[in-house]
């Protein structure tokens, strides 16, 4: 876990079904609220399939050359299904509830992940699942009360990237209670970050006066976030997991 770093670029040798299958059965052997297992994996073989979801990963080319791409999503449907078929009746169509199907899906991606990684896979994650989920919804036909929370790209690794930074780890752990920055301490636990060469030339190469504005101006910007709250709160809906 220590030597891990994410992989964008993989070989064209398939995985194979055994070991896929070992992996989905170690994702589906992780925690989930009250064992509820409200969540959903699409995994996607199909190059006709990768190709109409490419534009809505923003044309990342993981998602056409990666044997494998998996869509982790919230999922209430099978059991508002199971509920309605035993004389239950769910009260699932809330926001409290698309938080406890995402938080499963998420913790499920991440034991794939982690799975995949000690097998010897590379993984990647994309976030564009969340930006585009109402066209991610259309392409793999996910009902109401199912939405895409994040997608996963595996494959043999054809690269090693170098691992990247890390805040050192006072900077994320609390003792006891949280303990609040003062400006010295953010100067300290983002210097490393901000001395790299390589965050230097991005601040130069996008002609900005600090890394932290490359990610407000750049990379993720508020307009972009307003955009895609506003599109993500009416898949919310559309899905059924807004009180209606
Ligand atoms: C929720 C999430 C979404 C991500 N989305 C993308 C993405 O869309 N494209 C991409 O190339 N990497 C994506 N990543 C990978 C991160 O860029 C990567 O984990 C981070 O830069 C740290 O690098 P490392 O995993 O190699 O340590 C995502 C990671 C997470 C956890």
Redesign the pocket.
Known sequence: MLN???V?KYSAEPVGESLLNELLMAAARCSTTGNMQVYSIIVTHDAAVKKELLPF??N?K?IVEAPLVLTFCADFNRFNKWCALRKADPGYDNFMSFMTAAIDALIAAQTFCMAAESRGLGI?????TTYMAHKIIEVLKLPRGVIPV?TVTAGWPAEQ?V??D?LPLEAVVHNEIYRDYTDADIDRFYSEKENRKDSQQFVAENKKESLAQVFTDIRYKKEDNVYFSKILLQVLKDQGFMNQ
């Open positions: 891990r770093r994410t964008r990963h923003f990342q993981m990647c994650y994309l976030g564009t994040t990237p691992q990247v890390r």
